[in-house]
Structures are given as C-alpha cells and as structure tokens.
C-alpha cells in the first residue's frame, strides 16, 4: 500500500503518531521515522506515548520530540507499532472522531483503523516504515537509520528469533549503507546496565521457578521489590531472555506487578511455539516468539492460569 507523505500533510491540519505504552525499540524508531518523513515534506507532527522513553532508548535521534499527554486535537492519527487502541495506555484521545491509520506487523493486529496497513510477514514496523520513506524519496540520514536498525534489531531479538528473515537481514543491510551503527546500537541496547538493573536481574533469576519438567520458566517481580530496587517498570525488559536461556526452556514467563490485583506479562519461546497464543487466551497478542498481556487478580491465581495455559503448547 503506496502512502504519500505529501498527500497526507496536505490534506490534514494536525497530525499525530501514537504508540503503544511500555514502548520498545520498533515503536520508538517506527515513530521517529514517521516523523522525519514528515519533517522531510515540510510538515511538523506530534508524537505521542503515554510514559517516558526508556532509559536505554533516550540516546536515539528524535526520541526528546515524544509527549505524553494530548494537547490539541488531530484530525489524523497514525498508530505505529500499535495493532489495537488499548494498547496507547493512558492517552486521552477521542480518536474515534478523526482519520485513523494503523501501520503495523502483529499478527493480532485488529485492523480497527480507517486506513490499515498492516503486514504480519514484515519483522518488525520499522521495515514498513523504511519502505515508506524510500517509496516517497525521502532521505535517510545515519540517526534515522540507527532508529529503524534499532526497532528492526529488537524485534528480531538481535537477529536471533524466527522472525530474522532474509528480508530482516536485507533490510538491516541498506540501514547499515544509510549509516546505521549496528555494533553501538548493540553495546547501547543490549549490553549496557544500571547498576540497580543488574540487581534485579540477580533478584529475579535467583528466584527463577521451573515448571513443566524445567520447559516452562516462571519469575515475578512485585511492586515492592521494584521500590526497594529503586527502578522503574522500564528495567525489567530484557531480563526474560536470560530465563529462556536456561537449557530445555522453550516457555519464559515474566510477571511484573503493576497495580493493586493488576500484572503485566511478558512471554517469549524458542522455535516454533507460538506463544502468542498464550497472550492471545488472555486477551494480549504480540509475535510468535515474543508477545504480552495483562491479568487481573490474585497473584497465585494469575500464575497458575498462565503455567497452565503455557504448558498446552510445549513440545
């Protein structure tokens, strides 16, 4: 589906791009993109999420633009990265009133815009937005290609699930010749720690919990711990693939405590077990290895749906 970036500016006033809460590197660098094709065609837009930009992700161009809360009302709005509109978290937008557009790669994906542009073969967002940006000729400059390398890099799980197509690994070529950094996005994502970060870290997998016959991993982090660590909900990204590191997992489960009875899971899997429909009985979705949802309750009952629902699809 051909989008022209001059069209759009044209014809609408204000226009915003919204991304999911919790945002990760493809929502981030999907949306930066999206913003420096319009800056490119002489239009100015918003981005919008509803928390701050992880930590890890602050140092990407463009990521000072985002805001988090709606100060004007938009006539179009773009949802990138962002197949389902309870996923924007706390934006307050009446975006039932305006031209929507969805441009996403989830496989639950709801096609709930207007214009929906979603394509689940795609690895990763930011692949459709770098075929938006050259189909409407617009210069990639070596930041932007850093942000789309690394939303394509963390939706792939550095390159290393079954997602990392041939088409992934072309089009990390191209960012590369656009002037993508792959060993400094790598060092700066993957590698680098706070200090408290590797506390939890030491925390959690202490407290790693085994079901299954050791195929599924389990491990919760509660509200107090987090407090008493003294970070942030953004800290405990990552951590999940050290538990599906552990020899004969092909399930990891994280549980971190949100809210009072409320729980944000984390799932991800090896090869082919599609752990999306684990997320997906629950109400969430996301990608076959790597996908999320959010349960209400008591904790232990929390756990032990999840571990049940898990164990239907291990090998």
């Not at 985002?66 to 309870?86: M, R």
């Not at 994502?189 to 870290?201: A, P, S």
């Not at 999940?240 to 949100?258: K, P």
Request: glycine residues 6%; charged residues 25%; negative net charge.
């Amino acid at each position: 589906m051909k989008i022209n970036l001059k069209e759009l500016s044209t014809k609408y006033d204000n226009i915003a791009v919204v991304i999911h809460t919790r945002p990760d590197g493809d929502a981030i660098g999907s949306a930066i993109g999206l913003y420096h094709g319009f800056s490119m065609v002489g239009k100015e837009i918003d981005l919008l999420c509803d928390m701050e930009i992880p930590r890890k992700m602050s140092f990407l161009y463009g990521t000072d633009k985002f805001k988090t809360t709606v100060e004007k009302k938009y006539d179009f709005v773009i949802f990138s990265d962002c197949g389902d509109p309870s996923r924007v978290g706390n934006i307050d937008m009446d975006w039932r009133s305006t031209k929507t557009m969805c441009i996403d790669h989830h496989q639950s994906s709801t096609n709930f815009c207007d214009i929906p542009n979603v394509d689940p073969s795609s690895a990763s967002t930011c692949q459709l937005v770098l075929d938006i940006l050259e189909e409407n000729q617009i210069e990639i400059t070596p930041d932007v290609a850093n942000c789309l390398y690394a939303g394509l890099m963390t939706d792939t799980g550095n390159f290393s699930h079954t997602n990392a197509t041939a088409k992934a690994f072309s089009d990390a070529s191209k960012l590369c010749n656009y002037g993508a950094c792959p060993n400094v996005l790598n060092r700066r994502i993957f590698k680098l720690m706070e200090g408290n970060k590797i506390k939890l870290l030491g925390n959690t997998m202490s407290n790693l919990k085994f079901f299954e016959d050791g195929r599924v991993a389990f491990f919760y982090m509660s509200l107090e711990l987090l407090e008493k660590l003294e970070v942030g909900s953004s800290a405990s990204e990552g951590l999940i693939d050290f538990a599906l590191s552990v020899e004969n997992v092909q399930i990891a489960i994280a549980v971190m405590q949100s809210a009072d009875k409320t729980f944000k899971v984390s799932l991800r899997s090896i090869s082919d077990i599609e752990v999306n429909r684990v997320a997906e009985h629950f109400g969430g979705g996301g990608h076959k290895q790597a996908a999320g949802c959010t349960l209400n309750g008591y904790y232990e009952d929390v756990k032990d749906k999840l571990i049940r629902q898990a164990s239907f699809y291990t090998i």
